[in-house]
Structures are given as C-alpha cells and as structure tokens.
C-alpha cells in the first residue's frame, strides 16, 4: 500500500467512519432509535443534511427490525439498490431481495397501459406473499402506485422506505406516502438515492441479526 | 396515477429534470465539455456540490468517449455501480462492465495478503486486454493500489473514474490519483458514491453513442 496513506481493512475503516461522522454529528439530537439509520446514510452519503431531512413513523425501526426477523423480503425499485442491499444478512433472516424492473412482464405491462415499469413493479410486489418492505431509492411513480395499493387494500407493507432522489414529483411523492397509515422511513426533500435505500435496509439488517460494528 | 400528481413517464421526467436542474445552475459556470457529465451527477444525487467538487483533468471527457467508442470495458469496484452503468449502451459499443469484488480468487488473495478485496480486484482488472475504463465509487484502497500498479507500469488504464465516499483516506485517495498522469474525473473531498460512479460512466456512454435528452 501507498506509504502516505496507512493500509486498513473494511471492518477498521468503518468504524473509524463512524466515530468521525458521530464526532462531527456533535450536537446534532438524534433519537437513539433512529440512531443506526441516520448515522449508516450519512456513512454512505457522506451527506450530513440527512441528520435533518431523515423522517420516521413512530416506531418505524422497530417495526423493520421485526419484520426482517419474522422473514420479511425487500422488493427495490432499482437493481442498483437490489445490488447494495446486504443479500446474505437477509437470507440469513429467511428473507430476500427482488426487483422487477427488469421483468418482461412489467416492461409489457408498462408499455400497454402507458404508465412506468417502477409502477407496475409495485403491482407485482403486491402479488408477493411474504412480510414486505418496500424499498424505492429512484421512482416516485413507485411510492405514487404503491399509495394507491394500500388504499385499495391490496398490499399492506410492514414498513416503506421512501427515499427516491430528484426534481421532478419527488418532493410530493414522499409527503404522499408518509400520509398512507403506512409505517415509513423517508429522506424529506429532492434527495435520497438507491445507496440511501441501501443504506436503510442494512442498518435494520444490521439491527435485526445483531451485527456490531 | 394519483389525482394531485401528473402522470410521466421516465422520459419526460428526466428532460423536466434536467431543465429546472440547469435553472438552478444558474451562474455557476460550468466548461460545456463538462457539462453532461456535471448534470448527470447533480440529477442522479440532486446535490449542486458536485457542480464545485467535480475536477476532469484537460480533455478528460474527450478521453473517455474516445475510449467507449474504441470498445473500452468498464471496471467498477462495486457490484451497486457495475448494476448502474447501463450495460446495453456499453454493449452496443463493444464493451462490457466488470466488478472483480465477489470473485472467489479476489476473495482468497485478500484475505492471504491482508489486503482488500477491493485492491486485489484492480490488480485483476489490470489482467484485462481491453482498453479500461477504471470507475471507483467506494474503496479508497482500490484507488491507492490503482496508483501503485500505474507506477509499476501494470495497468495504463485510459480514465480514471475516482469518486469514493467517506471519511477515511478518501480524500488521499483522490489526491493521490490525480497526481498518476492518467486522464481523471475526480469528486474532490468526501462525498461520491456508487450512484456518482455509475451517472459519470452513463454520461459518458450517451455522448459516446449520441443518445440524446
């Protein structure tokens, strides 16, 4: 290695991130249920604006956390996020991960009736019959499909992570899904990403199988 | 679709992006042969410090389609980032996109050296005959190695994408890449990511096989 820059291995460099990004958090309130969540975003984002734009349900965490401990899948509006998400944690959990943004079912689907694959990949989500989490790092259309869903009574997720990232109907769709009765974590604002979907799903991963840092 | 919000599709949406994201640009002036690959980034994390950290070395951009058009492969050192290089516009030029980081041998000479996965995957894409393009969202050390086995002659690769996230040897790490004499789009200071690797690479390929907005 680089004789500037002293070699560590992954497990030492994330918790030295961690105790740097808890030092610079300083007086930063962050209740300590949210605590894993907020802090892994940042760790993944090297994004302090999360500390504020980060919202829960109450009980939020918790509910994940019991919900990947009784086997719940994640089904991910992106192969991105599907990508990040710690696979062999939630296996491990008797959970898994789908994304069906790239079935040809949904793309046909999609195509027929004008709206987008994220929508239709939510339809399919609800045809699932596990404990669910939803996690949407990209799509608005998705988290506007998904309200839709829950008000008609065809899907009910443990919990929603809301997280998509951009310009345009983004903002809206996160305030939309924090008013279904719908347990959910959201990044409030035009921010977010599929490594924050990620990110969320991993800390409660974490959380769930006892991993420590 | 959800009465309060207009229904687009991807499309539209991303042009719409793209239009409010160059308002809010404003004056900050951007070098137009940066200019493709600066919004990208933005409209993938919805955040206007890349428009100040973003550093090309001159003719970078250039360098990059040039190299995509030629049939350049992508190596990325996360399975996220490889999921978010749009792997059919990189086919249709003749290349492909490569993560090193599950393999098993990756796996096995990084735990015998005590090194990281992610230092043993870019001496593997060093084995590589094609023309490379390197793209780092996540591991400093793949940065550091890169730069030793560009100093021993090993890998010449033809763009250096370095945008790892973090908190530790991550702003080194870009520091010391864009001191090689390799063409570099670089993330200066923390912030970078998968998601920024991936938009930088994708950018890239639109210009390269002349997709448009």
Redesign the interface.
Known sequence: ??G???????GE?EK??FA??TEELGQIAIPPEHEAVVKRVI?????FDYARTLCFSPGAVAEGVRALREGAHIVTD???????VSARTLQGLGGAVHCFMGDEDVAEKAKAR???RA?VSMEKAAELKFPLILAVGN???AL??L??LIEEGEISPRLIIGVP??????V??KE?IMNTGVPYIVAR???????VA?AVCNALLYEASGRTL
């Open positions: 290695m680089n500037k820059i002293p070699c560590m291995l992954p460099i030295q991130s740097i990004l760790h993944t984002t090297a994004d992106t192969q991105m996020a599907r990508a990040g004008g709206v987008t929508a799509a608005p259309t506007i499909r309200s839709e990232v951009g310009f345009v109907n983004v809206e769709s939309i604002g035009r921010k977010g990403g599929s490594g990620a």
